[in-house]
């Protein structure tokens, strides 16, 4: 699983565009299909984990 991230103040609003972000901070993935996003504060990485695996992504090893 590969993590990027990008700060929409300095970044192009090109991506905000593309990801259809309209709020922050918003975590986005991608792939695989479908795309899912989560809203909110992203302290908690145990949370933020579970939802990821909620949507499909594996967790690193």
Wanted: aromatic share 4%; net charge neutral; charged share 30%.
């Amino acid at each position: 699983m590969r993590l990027t991230v990008c700060d929409l103040s300095r970044d192009s609003g090109k991506l905000a565009e593309e990801d259809r972000i309209a709020f922050t901070p918003t975590l986005v993935k991608r792939v695989p299909d479908p795309k899912v996003w989560v809203l909110g504060v992203l302290e908690d990485s145990g949370i933020v984990s579970d939802l990821l695996t909620l949507a499909g992504v594996g967790r690193a090893r």
